[in-house]
Every structure is written in C-alpha cells, then in structure tokens.
C-alpha cells in the first residue's frame, strides 16, 4: 500500500453524501495530519473547490503519487483495496478472479 502524501491524487472508497461526493470520486491530499487523516480538496473541471474534506485513510487509495508525477498500476489499487478487505472478503475475491480466468 502506498502511503498517502501531500499533492497525491486519491480515489474515493465510500460515499460521502453530506458533500455530494460518492464512490470512485477523485481528489487532491492538501494536508496530512498525524492521526492519518488527510484533509483532501475535491474540485470540478474549472478547478473550483466542491468539497474540502477530512478523510481516514480507509477511506481512499492513492491513485497517483506526486513525488514520481506516475498513476499507479491497475495491479497496485487492485492490491490497495483488498488489503482493507477481511479474510472472508478476501476469499471471495479470490474466488470470484478465480471464476474470471476461466472465462
């Protein structure tokens, strides 16, 4: 997992309605706090600010890391995500990547 830093681009994990913000929404880390929250800007395609939020880093992944100026690979969010997933869950998925090979 790739630890978040400042300028990095992350990807949402949950929903944040109270900001109408959802799932796989992409924003900037502007902040990082000690306790591992991250204050994170969310903008629009003008560059105006939508939401300025607080986040644990449970609920994100890094999707693009400011010091190499590089997106991370498929293969490294894929890994990011289960990572945070329980063994039952895990399985799941790996029963479930099992079923797509056959195909």
């Known amino acids: 997992m790739h630890k978040p830093e400042l ?5 949402l994990l949950v ?4 900001n ?3 799932l796989g929404d992409r ?7 000690p306790d591992n929250t991250c204050e ?3 903008t629009n ?5 939508l939401a300025l939020c607080a986040l644990s880093e449970e609920q994100f992944i890094v999707v693009w890391k400011a010091n190499t100026k590089s997106w991370l690979s498929t293969s490294e969010r894929l890994d990011a995500i289960i990572n945070r997933l329980s063994e039952p869950i895990k ?5 479930f990547a099992r079923s797509l090979y056959q195909r």
């Not at 924003?27 to 706090?33: D, L, M, R, S, T």
């Not at 395609?45 to 600010?49: A, I, L, P, V, Y």
């Open 40 to 42: 994170v800007e969310f």
């Open 45 to 49: 395609d003008e560059g105006e600010t």
């Open 20 to 22: 109408n913000l959802s």
């Open 91 to 95: 399985q799941e998925v790996l029963e």
């Open 27 to 33: 924003g900037a880390i502007v902040e990082c706090y």
């Open 7 to 11: 300028f990095d681009i992350i990807e």
């Open 15 to 18: 929903n944040l309605p109270e």
